[in-house]
């Protein structure tokens, strides 16, 4: 019950509550009281009841409540036991709430010492949410991760999850700066895509490396061109670069590159007589079409042969009943060259169809369509 003492009392007068006579110093009501268990005020007079009646504290330690501990609540400027902190604590028995600082540690204590969630309220409502775990989530009090600490921003039903990046350069607008953006169903048939918006008709630059010595790998360009700096587009087997975005022709099978490769290779021959060093044999393969360049050399001028002899090459495999026409030329001298008449078969054999001798070079290319 409160105690309700008499207005504008004069000096040295008394009143009485209950057990305890209290005495008007004329500033403050002074309990008269013999032991600190019958005074309302201690001997240094640091709590006091003023001349409105209100209760000052001018002390060290003050604690309400179990200490603490139980239901109650506690304010302490100091606690005796460590006595480096400075808290105000409250507790339901249960959960127990801390907001202080602790001068062994450089940061101030706001939360929870029992082993529940903290939670930020706006609106009445909890807005973040840490968790025991040290999982943190935004409009979301119960962040989830597959693995490792998360920070779990969730948006409200149907809506989107953003985070908006800014600096003074950019300016902070809803229409400035950067986004990441998951989109929630309001997106319409984008739902559920993770979107990165640049709001500032600037570059995205990814960059690797270590300490003083980062290097930019990849820029999005803002007018949508895609630089790699230092490094290759590797696409794993199978799969390619997809042109389905482009008008088709008609009797169109494919629209997917899927290989591109450069290499040498080896030839067996049949019925060419002196036919020197192989001094080019190289490959380029863009998708299922093959080139083949090749170039024979014999320096003693003797290479020869008769129609129907071939020479063959197996890097790649034919479709099936593909016949196609090579462009060979030979060369004896420097007034005495011409083009080779040939073709190319399924087998892989590029066969010629007239006889020479007395030749230098024979060389020429060939583009199939391989399995």
Known sequence: MAIVFPASPSTNDTFTAGSITYKWDG??????G?????RLIEGSNKLEIDANNDLLWDG????????GVGSGLGVYLQRSSPATTHFYEASDGTKKMISGVDSTNDYVKIGSLSNHRVGLVANNGEKLSILPSGD???NQTSPTSQSGK??????????QARIHLSTSASGHGINEGHYIVSQGSESGSVAGQLAFINMENRNFVFTTGSEGANATRLTIQHDGNVNIADGNLIVAAGHGIDFSANANAT?????????YEEGTFTVTSSGILNQGSLQTARYIKIGNQVTYMFNFYQNSNNMSWSAGSYFSITAFTPIASFHTSPSISWFKSA???DTQPAYFNSSGDIVLNAAQSSVRHLWGFVTVEVQ
């Open 27 to 32: 500033a403050k009501w002074i309990g008269l």
């Open 34 to 38: 013999v032991t600190p268990a019958d």
């Open 60 to 67: 060290g330690r003050v604690g309400f409540g179990g200490n």
């Open 136 to 138: 943190v989530g935004i």
């Open 150 to 159: 998360v920070l779990h921003i969730s948006g409200d039903t149907g809506g």
């Open 251 to 259: 009797g169109m099978t494919s629209e997917v590159l899927d290989d």
């Open 335 to 337: 007034s005495d060259s």
